[in-house]
């Protein structure tokens, strides 16, 4: 029985202790440098935003925020790092709409993005947009008209297959009535943008870019519409998609994510780092500059993370979209 006791009140101790260690460990967070991975090679809007954030956050956080860049397979290689990496706090994955999308058209997906991750903050969010070749309607209504009266006699480019771009055209031409157009993948916007100046492809939905609307300003494309429900204060001229076709509504974002089982106190301190230095003028400012709303919010990103992941998990099994 005294054996018995002993144990018991060694084992107490031991969680006694245990507990006490776990807290200690969370109030002196940060005690070292902190990671933000990026799933792309540097210089994408993920990469800027992390930029534009940095410095202020490692003011506010009393450590360096540090970016580490882990391109390939979509983003996924990045997210299954991050998602195997300890639960501590030190490493953040900052990442867009492809979170989501890349496991719903994988095969074998490497992460599951529900369950491995949990929602930091949001810190932007971008319209996609409808651009069109100048040889089509000129209007949204004109040429959501045409598409539904001329199956497959469009081309489309879709800039990374199962991306989000493709699932979001699809959705759109679910939406809207029009059927059978043919889809050309391109590796990437900027080529999918090219095939599209060149007449090759007649229409693609992408985030918007100082480089597009330098062409659409010189009458070389034409942006029809906003995939919003809403107008977007980024282009409060060009009107939504939804206004043409009812109930339409995608965009795409921008947030930090960590792993499952980051203790709930550094995640919310960290959210309100961001917070604090999203809503700094000369930083909404930058963020703006690269086409994103500035946002922030924990519930906020968790909703999105929710929307997407029913939305997009729809499209994919409608469409039959698998990648290898």
Same mark, same amino acid.
């Given at each position: 029985?005294?054996?018995?006791?002993?144990?018991?009140?060694?084992?107490?101790?031991?969680?006694?202790?245990?507990?006490?260690?776990?807290?200690?460990? *969370?109030?002196?967070?940060?005690?070292?440098?902190?990671?933000?991975?990026?799933?792309?090679?540097?210089?994408?809007?993920?990469?800027?935003?992390?930029? =534009?954030?940095?410095?202020?956050?490692?003011?506010?956080?009393?450590?360096?925020?540090?970016?580490?860049?882990?391109?390939?397979?979509?983003?996924?290689?990045?997210?299954?790092?991050?998602?195997?990496?300890?639960?501590?706090?030190?490493?953040?994955?900052?990442?867009?709409?492809?979170?989501?999308?890349?496991?719903?058209?994988?095969?074998?997906?490497?992460?599951?993005?529900?369950?491995?991750?949990?929602?930091?903050?949001?810190?932007?969010?971008?319209?996609?947009?409808?651009?069109? =070749?100048?040889?089509?309607?000129?209007?949204?209504?004109?040429?959501?008209?045409?598409?539904?009266?001329?199956?497959?006699?469009?081309?489309?480019?879709?800039?990374?297959?199962?991306?989000?771009?493709?699932?979001?055209?699809?959705?759109? =031409?679910?939406a809207a009535g029009i059927?059978?157009?043919?889809?050309?993948?391109?590796?990437?916007?900027?080529?999918?943008?090219?095939?599209?100046?060149?007449? *090759?492809?007649?229409?693609?939905?992408?985030?918007?870019?100082?480089?597009?609307r330098g062409l659409v300003?010189?009458?070389?494309?034409?942006?029809?519409?906003?995939?919003?429900?809403?107008?977007?204060?980024?282009?409060?001229?060009?009107?939504?998609?939804?206004?043409?076709?009812?109930?339409?509504?995608?965009?795409?974002?921008?947030?930090?994510?960590?792993?499952?089982?980051?203790?709930?106190?550094?995640?919310?301190?960290?959210?309100?780092?961001?917070?604090?230095?999203?809503?700094?003028?000369?930083?909404?400012?930058?963020?703006?500059?690269?086409?994103?709303?500035?946002?922030?919010?924990?519930?906020?990103?968790?909703?999105?993370?929710?929307?997407?992941?029913?939305?997009?998990?729809?499209v994919v099994k409608e =469409?039959?979209?698998?990648?290898?």
């Open positions: 029985m005294l054996h018995r006791r002993t144990t018991l009140i060694a084992s107490l101790a031991l969680g006694i202790l245990g507990t006490a260690g776990l807290a200690s460990a *969370q109030d002196n967070w940060p005690s070292k440098p902190i990671k933000f991975v990026v799933p792309a090679a540097p210089g994408g809007t993920n990469d800027v935003l992390g930029r =534009h954030l940095q410095e202020n956050l490692s003011k506010l956080l009393g450590q360096p925020v540090v970016m580490e860049y882990k391109a390939g397979a979509g983003g996924a290689i990045a997210s299954q790092f991050v998602a195997t990496q300890p639960a501590d706090g030190y490493t953040f994955l900052l990442h867009g709409s492809g979170l989501v999308t890349v496991p719903l058209v994988q095969r074998k997906p490497l992460y599951d993005a529900m369950k491995d991750f949990v929602p930091v903050s949001l810190i932007g969010t971008s319209p996609m947009v409808l651009m069109t =070749h100048p040889s089509t309607p000129p209007t949204l209504k004109e040429f959501v008209d045409y598409a539904r009266a001329n199956p497959g006699k469009l081309e489309w480019g879709a800039s990374a297959l199962g991306g989000v771009g493709q699932l979001a055209m699809e959705a759109f =031409h679910g059927k059978n157009m043919v889809m050309v993948p391109f590796p990437g916007a900027g080529p999918s943008a090219q095939a599209l100046l060149a007449g *090759q492809t007649k229409y693609m939905l992408s985030t918007p870019s100082s480089a597009t300003a010189e009458g070389k494309m034409r942006i029809l519409g906003v995939s919003t429900a809403k107008r977007s204060p980024l282009l409060p001229d060009v009107p939504s998609i939804a206004e043409v076709v009812p109930g339409y509504d995608t965009e795409t974002w921008f947030g930090l994510v960590a792993r499952t089982g980051t203790p709930q106190p550094i995640v919310a301190r960290m959210a309100d780092a961001i917070a604090q230095t999203v809503t700094l003028p000369d930083i909404q400012e930058k963020i703006r500059s690269v086409n994103v709303v500035p946002q922030s919010g924990t519930q906020a990103l968790g909703d999105i993370l929710k929307k997407d992941h029913a939305l997009w998990g729809k =469409h039959n979209i698998v990648m290898d």
